[in-house]
């Protein structure tokens, strides 16, 4: 990027892309070399413009940081709003009003390619270290045969730490692989998500409608991705919800329960009897946890409760449950 100025246009005008990807390349290595990541801002089709075509005609690249999420409590408009508080997201922040950084690309009829229209390049933020540049999103990607490796380590129950471990050290050092140990479990959630149909969750499904059949107060709800696959899984038998309607006032939620095998947390309702055992409430397998799924389960649980909440839950402090009991109960 030597000799490419933001600010000088003649340094860019020329520049001239075939696709948009090729447009997204550019502003994401860009965005690596001054330690920034990118992300799309806006995008459109305009066939009048473009001889019919709905091919995009004008995109918007833009700084990850750019803008607030909805209800940032770091979003000065937020800032002595009486319901400010109701309005927070509790998740991890990434944006932070960095609105002076991006590129704008369109389709050039005449010159039958993308090229750069305008572009700003004024942050408000630090720039990420180059010693920490292999960590920003768009330089993190698990090569095929680094997928092949943690799926032949996976077949022979190798944990997600130990494949991870063993594949850095193959390939150099964490730098030099390209990918987290949270990219590996991803990875392997995917994985299995994709071939759930096949699997353990058919026959848990199969289970369910069976229960249904013998119990009619057995509930059940299935919570599926935008690939239609299976991702969070609730149930409840009768037994669980005659015991809540007794013994429910008090619950403890924990999501510390998973195998190495589906590094998919087990989330378990629980409480106690009138004799001091251990009951459960309600159990569900989930597809990650965060604030999202965990709203969703909650739901489920207040549902097949009949609306009633408890009039306490003792949890852990993870940010992600506590925001979603806050949204929910």
């Not at 919570?223 to 309607?245: C, L, P, Q, T």
């Not at 397998?285 to 408890?310: H, I, K, R």
Request: net charge positive; with cysteine; charged share 20%.
């Amino acid at each position: 990027f030597d000799g490419i100025d933001p600010n000088v246009r003649s340094s860019w005008n020329n520049l001239e892309f075939a696709t948009t990807d090729d447009a997204y390349r550019f502003y994401v290595d860009y965005g690596n070399y001054k330690g920034f990541c990118v992300r799309i801002y806006h995008q459109s089709a305009c066939p009048k413009l473009n001889n019919g075509s709905n091919a995009v005609y004008y995109i918007k690249y833009c700084c990850n940081k750019e803008g607030w999420r909805i209800g940032s409590e770091n979003n000065p408009a937020n800032r002595g709003s009486i319901d400010a508080k109701a309005r927070v997201r509790h998740v991890p922040e990434i944006r932070g009003g960095c609105d002076g950084a991006y590129i704008r690309i369109r389709w050039f009829k005449q010159f039958n390619c993308y090229k750069i229209y305008k572009w700003y390049d004024v942050h408000n933020h630090d720039m990420i270290p180059v010693a920490m540049r292999h960590y920003m999103r768009s330089n993190r990607k698990m090569a095929p045969v680094y997928k092949l490796l943690a799926d032949v380590n996976d077949a022979a129950g190798i944990g997600a730490t130990a494949s991870y471990n063993a594949i850095s050290t193959a390939g150099g050092g964490r730098k030099c692989i390209g990918f987290t140990r949270n990219d590996l479990k991803n990875h392997l959630r995917t994985v299995r998500t994709s071939s759930m149909e096949h699997g353990d969750a058919t026959a848990l499904l199969k289970h369910f409608r069976r229960q249904a059949k013998l119990d009619p107060g057995f509930f059940h709800e299935v919570e599926v991705d935008v690939d239609e696959n299976i991702a969070s899984i609730f149930w409840a038998d009768g037994k669980m919800r005659m015991d809540y309607h007794f013994f429910g006032d008090s619950v403890s939620f924990d999501t510390t329960y998973r195998t190495n095998k589906e590094y998919r947390p087990l989330a378990l309702f629980v409480g106690f009897n009138n004799h001091h055992q251990l009951t459960v409430f309600g159990a569900a397998f989930l597809y990650d946890e965060t604030t999202a799924t965990f709203e969703w389960l909650f739901n489920q649980f207040l549902e097949c409760m009949g609306g009633v909440s408890p009039l306490s839950i003792f949890t852990d402090q993870a940010a992600a449950i506590a925001a979603g009991i806050r949204s929910v109960f």
